[in-house]
Nanobody, 127 residues
């Protein structure tokens, strides 16, 4: 069982930056892969960024070059640095964990791959 708690959301003007954190707890965290998702009102939840324990990353096309995912060496904290924010980035952001490890691929951003979810942190971007 893994528990995930996100923090760092807030309100920012377009062009600004925010950094999100996800604190993970539970046994065997090194066996888990983690990712960030987001869901805007009236829209499907979408994958934003994934970091493989093998070192690779994958990003949604809409955030490439602006967002950076990272993880600490203990594998109990996941981060998302968001720069050049746009109004369309506004959403509830979720941290997710899956009890397996794999290289970055299209499935890395599929919510069906993940078993554990945090409660989310809200990001608001004003134009």
């Amino acid at each position: 069982q893994v528990q995930l708690v996100e923090s760092g959301g807030g309100s920012v003007q377009a062009g600004g930056s925010l950094g999100l954190s996800c604190a993970a707890s539970g046994e065997g965290l090194s066996r888990y892969s983690m990712a960030w998702f987001r869901q805007a009102p009236g829209k499907e939840r979408e994958g934003v960024a994934y970091k493989s324990v093998y070192g690779g990353t994958i990003y949604a096309e809409s955030v490439k070059g602006r967002f950076t995912i990272s993880q600490n060496s203990a594998k109990n904290s996941l981060y998302l640095q968001m720069n050049s924010l746009k109004p369309e980035d506004a959403a509830m952001y979720y941290c997710a964990a899956a009890p397996r490890r794999w290289l970055p691929s299209s499935s890395s951003l599929a919510q069906s791959e993940y078993n554990y979810w945090g409660q989310g942190t809200q990001v608001t971007v004003s134009s």
